[in-house]
């Protein structure tokens, strides 16, 4: 067995749980890189990865049967007129009483849009160039004007990505946000195993490691204290939401007050499927009466092409990751208790440290989803919104769900809200962004507001 001063317990559990190969190369390492590989493995749970290779080797247990999800559907706004204006009125007063606080997962890298660099930082406006950061934050800012309150913006990054963004927002100030009401803070990490249930040197002082996922935004939420400075804020509801998207609505007054109003523990909004293969999750109904989503790689093809006796698809409310957390629900799944979210398997292709360099391994990676805390909670609904108003995320360089797509959705609906207040664009207008500093609806631009006629506009407020 190895040894290093004043480090016996760590190394001997090490032992004990078998791993000692992480030790391979321990006489080919100084005492500084000794000492950093025994810091990362101190805070290894080895009970737990030991439970998820079991977890992982036994494969998922069969799906418990489900129906298609109950829904508030827009198209009820007319004969629930009523209920609607109150849920309006509802989420105004939350939002004025200081009550609601924004929350970003902005984990991932651009590498997948050819982009070096944190997703949040890549540009997205399609005439200001705007990062999908600023874009966000000028959101919270105008929410927080429009209704005289200081809405926190909380950030969880990856570990990869934690500096740079902290450094982008910092030399950017912000975007106006006072630096009292941001907050950022990484997600967790955890170990990948072999196939042998062993773990993965990344180099021969370290562990490799993948992020936690992103229903190990709530745990780190929680481990940050961030979750519990919210409390002492008096914020009662966490609006979650996904950095890629820069349609959301970050502080809906309407989905808001239904949180409310319906006493839900979690809200979700969803979307009409636009075709059967669409590639996200639905809402549905478990057997045991909880509402909850089943990925679209996990529902039958038979299911997606299900129809109603109206012709429309019956699983065709669709997951964009867009969530209400009531703030006592997320105490209560963070908080040590016996009701916390799952760890999934998936088998993927790593890179683990060998005496020959670099090889490429096959092992398991462990993460949590966030859409797993619905089905730990009855009191959950689901909210339609439009997907021309609310869902253009960027994933991809081109074609579907990619830069060029998001920012024609931009366009459009900054076009179709001009048209609501009577507003007419200039025929040799092309593209037309409108600035959330200058609007988050239609009814906060001005009717006296006149479009330059120029090929490409920025509508910003009067810097008066």
């Known amino acids: ?184 803070f990484p997600q967790g990490m955890i170990p990948s195993l072999d196939l042998e249930g062993k773990l993965i040197l990344e180099t021969p002082s370290s562990i490799f490691k993948n992020p936690d996922g992103h229903g190990g935004s709530l745990g780190a939420l929680a481990g940050s204290g961030t979750l519990h400075a919210m409390r002492e804020r008096g914020i009662r509801i966490i609006s979650y939401f996904q950095v890629d998207n820069p349609l959301v609505s970050i502080i809906d007054p309407l989905f808001i007050g239904f949180h409310s109003l319906r006493k839900a ?61 009531g703030v006592d629900y997320l105490e209560s799944i963070t908080g040590g208790t016996d009701l916390s979210l799952p760890f999934h398997a998936a088998r993927k292709k790593i890179g683990s440290h060998t005496a020959n360099g670099i090889r490429e391994i096959d092992g398991y990676k462990f993460e949590k989803f966030v859409f797993d805390a619905l089905p730990l909670t009855e009191r959950n609904i689901v909210l339609e919104t439009k997907r021309e108003e609310e869902f253009a995320p960027i994933k991809n360089p081109s074609g579907v769900d990619s830069v060029e797509s998001a920012q024609g959705l931009m366009d459009a609906r900054a076009r179709r809200w001009l048209r609501e207040r009577g507003i007419d664009v200039p025929p040799s207008t092309a593209v037309v962004e409108i600035s959330p500093l200058l609007a988050l609806e239609p009814g906060d631009i001005p009717a006296s507001l006149r479009v330059p006629d120029r090929k490409r506009v920025n509508l910003e407020p009067d810097k008066d």
């Open 265 to 325: 523990d979690i809200s979700s909004k969803g979307l009409m499927k636009a075709y059967p293969e669409e590639r996200i999750g639905v809402f549905v109904r478990f057997d045991n009466g909880a509402i909850g989503v089943v990925e679209y790689s996990d529902l039958p093809e038979e299911l997606q092409k299900q129809r109603d006796e109206r012709g429309r698809l019956r699983y065709r409310m669709g997951s964009i990751a867009i969530h209400l957390f």
């Open 1 to 184: 067995m190895i040894s290093f001063p004043g480090r016996e317990e760590v190394i001997r559990r090490v032992y004990d749980h078998g791993q000692e190969r992480i030790f391979d190369f321990w006489n080919e390492i100084s005492d500084s890189e000794k000492l950093r590989l025994l810091d990362d493995v101190e805070s290894i749970d080895f009970t737990l990865l030991e439970r998820l290779f079991r977890q992982a080797e036994q494969g998922s247990p069969p799906p418990m049967g489900f129906e298609p999800a109950p829904y508030i559907p827009l198209a009820g706004e007319e004969e629930g007129g009523a209920e609607f204006r109150e849920a309006r009125e509802r989420g105004r007063e939350l939002i004025s009483e200081g009550a609601v606080a924004a929350f970003v997962v902005a984990g991932g890298q651009g590498s997948r849009l050819g982009f070096d660099g944190p997703k949040g930082l890549f540009s997205a406006g399609p005439v200001s160039g705007k990062s999908l950061f600023q874009i966000h934050a000028e959101q919270i800012r105008k929410s927080s004007e429009k209704f005289g309150v200081r809405i926190p913006w909380l950030i969880m990054t990856s570990h990869s990505n934690h500096d740079q963004t902290v450094r982008f927002l910092e030399d950017n100030s912000r975007f106006g946000l006072d630096a009292a009401d941001v907050y950022v």
